[in-house]
């Protein structure tokens, strides 16, 4: 098994960005697909950004051009770099492992404990 912990959530004004971290240990970080997904309150999780263990980078239509994820092998971590927030990004980050990429949740079985981000606007 493999052990996700996530940081970096807080509140931001809307237009405002904030640097989600996840600190990977347990199983060897370079051979995991690693992702995010998000959670608001009364909604299923759904996807938003994704990169393989060869960092090809996979976006959620609503995130593209203002999130980017990005991995550092050598500190076992996948970070979110999140722009131009809006109040609709409000909701539960999670960090998410797996073997290979997925944009379906259900299909992921390692997941970190979330980390609250609001938008405010």
């Known amino acids: 098994q493999v052990q996700l912990v996530e940081s970096g959530g807080g509140l931001v004004q809307a237009g405002g960005s904030l640097r989600l971290s996840c600190a990977v240990s347990?199983?060897?970080?370079?051979?995991?697909?690693m992702g995010w997904f998000r959670q608001a309150p009364g909604k299923e999780r759904e996807f938003v950004a994704a990169?393989?263990?060869?960092?090809?980078?996979y976006y959620a239509d609503s995130v593209k051009g203002r999130f980017t994820i990005s991995r550092d092998n050598g500190k076992n971590t996948v970070t979110l770099q999140m722009n131009s927030l809006k109040p609709e990004d409000t909701a539960v980050y999670y960090c998410?492992?797996?073997?290979?990429?997925?944009?379906?949740?259900?299909?992921?079985?390692?997941w970190g404990q979330g980390t609250q981000v609001t938008v405010s606007s």
């Open positions: 990169i393989s263990w060869i960092d090809y980078t």
């Open positions: 347990g199983r060897t970080f370079s051979n995991y697909a």
């Open positions: 998410a492992a797996g073997s290979v990429v997925s944009t379906i949740a259900t299909t992921i079985s390692n």
